[in-house]
């Protein structure tokens, strides 16, 4: 009876994915010269963002985050069972938790509208999400809201943000290895920065396999 009204409960405070659309996202307010191609000063908040449409960001960074964070993305629907499984086993062998089998679906729901907190009634109200927001957008759009809605470390929110503060340059001309550097941070942003103590770890991240997915 506890489960059942736990699921109840859950369905019923779970926002509806539509509001997925109307949410204000925060972003920075950035001052240019008079000829409006110069930036002189970037003003924010606890977000540094800046929204860029789906198509200016490059396949490399799309494959190089897809690969990384959910390699089966365009072929499940919200939930990647075999990716729990082996989550689930690793952390069982580990006596903690080493990895983690949310999908970017998943995550996105957990980022846009809950929190981090690792409590059942979260997780569940995160698949149950997770599931509304496949029915409601295509892949690409959930790519999309993902990628300009994730934390790259510090206070830098969205590929665009990210690609300006580490590499001084539009995501749109990231290279390769930049972009697979920008993919290996959201896991632990404050672990990997590029210009932190953690460079090798960083560097390290990607396998063998990561590169072979992405040069395709």
């Known amino acids: 009876l506890a489960g059942v009204a736990l699921v109840f409960y859950v369905l019923k405070t779970v926002p509806p994915a539509v509001l997925l659309e109307d949410r204000e996202v925060a972003e920075s307010t950035k001052i240019y010269d ?12 606890d977000e540094r963002r800046t929204v860029i449409p789906f198509a200016e960001i490059p396949d490399i960074v799309k494959q190089a985050t897809i690969a990384l964070e959910d390699a089966n993305f365009y072929s499940h629907s919200a939930l990647d069972w075999k990716s729990l499984v082996r ?16 999908t970017i679906t998943q995550q996105l729901a957990k980022k846009a509208f809950l929190t981090d907190d690792r409590t059942p009634t979260r997780k569940l109200r995160e698949l ?14 959930i790519l999309s809201y993902y990628l300009n809605q994730i ?10 943000s990210a690609s300006q503060a580490f590499f001084g340059k539009p995501a749109r001309d ?23 103590s953690n460079q090798k770890n960083l560097l390290a991240r990607p396998a063998p396999d990561f590169w072979k ?3 395709i």
Do not use: C
């Open 34 to 45: 008079r000829t409006g191609t110069v930036l002189l000063y970037e003003i924010h908040g």
């Open 128 to 141: 149950v999400l997770a599931i509304r927001l496949e029915r409601r957008f295509s892949k690409d759009e």
């Open 213 to 215: 997915v992405i040069s």
């Open 87 to 102: 989550a689930l086993l690793a952390n069982l062998r580990r006596g903690k938790i080493v990895q983690g089998g949310s």
């Open 174 to 196: 990231l290279t390769l290895p930049e972009a697979a550097t920008l993919a290996a941070l959201p896991q632990a942003p404050s672990y990997y920065p590029p210009w932190g």
């Open 151 to 160: 934390p790259y470390g510090s206070d830098l929110y969205g590929i665009e």
